[in-house]
């Protein structure tokens, strides 16, 4: 599985950003998709995650800034982000997980300053 994440850059607070990841993977559908994210000098934290299902879960830091959506037929997963904070500012991966396999992409970076 090769994931490709996309669409980071500079964002100003109050602005909007789209992330995309695109998947190279058979059998994309089954897998449970997440966005993490890792500050400068912090450990990486789970963002939003997505279950095969279509169902979304938030950290409570994005909850109601973020929006987690996928597209099954074209293999991938997006990460909106409505109303960017500076504290947003990271390098955000995708990551998807199949029972105990996980995968990971190579990170896109998101500044959010004005």
């Known amino acids: 599985v090769q994931l490709q994440a996309s669409g980071g850059g500079l964002v100003q607070p109050g602005g909007s950003l789209r992330l995309s990841c695109a998947a190279s993977?058979?059998?994309?559908?089954?897998?449970?998709m997440a966005w993490y994210r890792q500050a400068p000098g912090k450990e990486r934290e789970l963002v939003a995650s997505i279950t095969s299902g279509g169902i979304a879960d938030y950290a409570d830091s994005v909850k109601g800034r973020f929006a987690i959506s996928r597209d099954n037929a074209g293999s991938a997963v997006y990460l909106q982000l409505h109303s960017p904070k500076p504290e947003d500012t990271a390098v955000y991966y995708c990551n998807a997980q199949y029972y105990v396999f996980s995968w990971w992409g190579q990170g896109t970076l998101v500044t959010v300053s004005s």
């Open positions: 993977a058979v059998g994309f559908n089954r897998f449970d």
